[in-house]
């Protein structure tokens, strides 16, 4: 193929070997064109990134960052709905940011009832594990955060917003999933842990009530008030739920790290599966006897699960952590590729291309009514101060997520605000010159000097000033960003660019003697004369010739005299008379040639 013959050599037949080995293994290495992607990206650093940076382009993207890094949120920022959770420091409510009309779920933690809890740890660790997850790359199957602020009595989470209830909602209104149903759910589940390990983050709480459906059905794993970083050190605490929490994390003193999740994972599906946990027989409350079995009875699974489900559930729920699911040295993958996913095509689990087994109703919402959510008793904060020192432990508490950020502005405002911002500067950089070129013509001296010449209809003596109001000129309309045009040329951006345009008599011929018709366009950096004018059928663009008719031959270049302004030495500030002809305007080059134009 022609693009190939960008890349060296020795890049193309590397490839070239990779694929032909992949149809021998059936299975394609997932970094196989990273060294197009490199070589593209050398390019990019060359000469494209140079021009990028010289250009208008250049110029928006450090306006747009600059928007960013004075980011600072508070609650008028947006407007705020209904309460849709409640957890143990705060509230989860619906709201909608103001300036861009986004939809987000906002967490408010309250900070004297987390004080009077000493969860000031588990605050900031959430804001942490967030960061982590939602940073980068994100992932579909994770409910991340796009902004973290605070006011003086909240610490507030800005949230992927999930209005299609969570599973353990939808559990009590489908009774239990059927294993097709529950492998939907479960390939989504695999790939939102697979992307927290990857970033050396565990759960520690997956359960049905932390899956979260959008209006869509697709799900997202939320909350990560337990999530923990097991990078540096790995957690031996126990936390979580109880009936979901694996045999090391109950276990005093036992260090472990991704493999609990795993576990948790078992647990979920069979809840799905069977509509209860698989150690709570006979609907037993009890925790010391939900760890007791946890930590100590063999799992009986029901018959009438197919052989690939039992297969997978006891591979999950393996109390010896070396020899269960995800853990024996290859991760996510040993899960991926049980034979219960056989068929699972996990990119097209990535691109949320599998239909939903269930789509949550529109226009109800899939929650508990705001009145059985409640709220929490002000009076058991009555007597909490929040100190100086209380505040300082929260300094570092804000922040925005770029590339988060970044989306949501790319899918509300952003086309708008650079049209008009395009509209703004344009007008600003035509006023500029505008006065730039009267200014000029003004304090330049108006003797006569015999030469080349152009001219310009006039009635009675007058400056250039007022050559810009004739009738037999236009304006351009500018505003419109040409985007396939070049870097390199900042006003070359802008569709219209003109100051002004309009026919004009050229003085010419080999005694400067004759008046030869043309059509005049003047730019910020150039004067452009064409040899037709528009009476004759023909529209004009930049020197290029664009015929009216759809069927007429290729575009060709037409016969175009261009000036840069850089070579113009001065502009007579007052109309002449040059060879009978009144009204006129006479431009000396710095070769000292002279023009002279007019538009009688």
């Known amino acids: 193929m022609i693009w190939l013959q960008a890349f060296p050599k020795d890049v193309v037949e590397y490839v070239h070997d990779l694929l032909t080995q992949s149809q021998k293994t059936k299975r394609l290495p997932p970094d196989t064109f990273s060294p197009y992607i490199e070589e593209i990206h050398k390019a990019l650093r060359d000469d494209i990134y140079n021009d990028f940076v010289r250009s208008f382009r250049y110029t928006r993207f450090l306006q747009w960052k600059n928007l960013e890094y004075n980011i600072n949120l508070n609650t008028n920022d947006f407007s705020v709905h209904r309460i849709i959770g409640r957890g143990g420091f705060g509230e989860v409510y619906g709201c909608r940011k103001a300036d861009t009309g986004k939809m987000y779920a906002m967490k408010c933690l309250d900070k004297k009832r987390i004080k009077m809890k000493s969860g000031e740890t588990l605050a900031l660790n959430e804001r942490v594990m967030l960061s982590l997850v939602s940073t980068g790359e994100g992932c579909p199957f994770i409910v991340c955060m796009t902004y973290a602020f605070q006011t003086p009595e909240k610490l507030c989470f800005i949230l992927d917003l999930m209005n299609g209830g969570d599973l353990h909602y939808h559990l009590t209104q489908h009774n239990v999933f059927s294993e097709q149903e529950v492998r939907f759910y479960a390939a989504e589940v695999v790939l939102g842990l697979e992307h927290m390990h990857n970033r050396t983050v565990v759960y520690r709480d997956l359960k049905p009530a932390n899956i979260l459906l959008d209006e869509y059905g697709h799900v997202r794993i939320s909350d990560l008030g337990l999530a923990c970083d097991f990078s540096r050190k790995r957690p031996m605490a126990s936390v979580g739920t109880h009936g979901y929490m694996a045999p090391e994390v109950l276990q005093k003193g036992c260090a472990y790290d991704s493999s609990a999740d795993w576990f948790s994972l078992g647990c979920m599906l069979f809840k799905l599966l069977r509509g209860h946990s698989p150690f709570r027989h006979h609907k037993t409350k009890d925790k010391h006897e939900i760890d007791r079995m946890t930590m100590s009875v063999n799992i009986e699974l029901p018959d009438c699960l197919s052989s ?227 009476s004759d059928g023909f529209n004009f663009k930049k020197g290029i010739e664009v015929r009216a008719a759809p069927l007429e031959p290729p575009l060709r270049r037409i016969n175009q005299l261009l000036i840069p302004l850089t070579d113009i030495k001065e502009i007579s500030p007052q109309f002449h008379r040059v060879n009978k002809m009144e009204n006129c305007v006479s431009i000396l080059l710095k070769t000292e040639g002279k023009m002279t134009i007019s538009s009688h």
Not at 331 to 357: N, T
Not at 494 to 510: M, Q, R
């Open 308 to 534: 690939e489900m039992r297969s997978l559930l006891e591979g999950l729920l393996a109390r010896d952590v070396e020899s269960r699911l995800g853990c024996m040295g290859r991760g996510s993958l040993e899960v991926k590729e049980h034979p219960y996913f056989e068929g699972v095509d996990w990119q097209q689990v990535y691109l949320q291309k599998y239909p939903p087994p269930l789509i949550p109703p529109r226009g109800e919402v899939n929650a508990a009514d705001a009145f059985d959510i409640g709220s929490f008793d002000e009076e058991d904060t009555k007597g909490i101060k929040l100190t100086e020192a209380d505040q300082e432990l929260y300094k570092n508490f804000s922040m925005v997520v770029s590339e988060r950020w970044q989306l949501e502005i790319a899918e509300t405002v952003f086309s708008v605000v650079n049209q008009e911002a395009d509209k703004v500067e344009l007008k600003k950089r035509l006023k500029r010159e505008q006065s730039s070129l009267t200014n000029s013509c003004n304090s330049s001296s108006s003797q006569n000097q015999p030469s080349q010449s152009f001219s310009t209809k006039g009635s009675g003596n007058g400056s250039v000033s007022q050559l810009l109001k004739q009738k037999s000129f236009s304006i351009g309309s500018g505003g419109n960003l040409d985007r396939s045009s070049s870097f390199n040329d900042h006003n070359s951006q802008i569709a219209d660019d003109c100051i002004v345009e309009g026919e004009v008599l050229k003085l010419a011929g080999p005694f400067l003697q004759t008046w030869q018709r043309k059509y005049m366009k003047l730019f910020p950096n150039r004067l452009e004369l064409y040899r037709e004018s528009r």
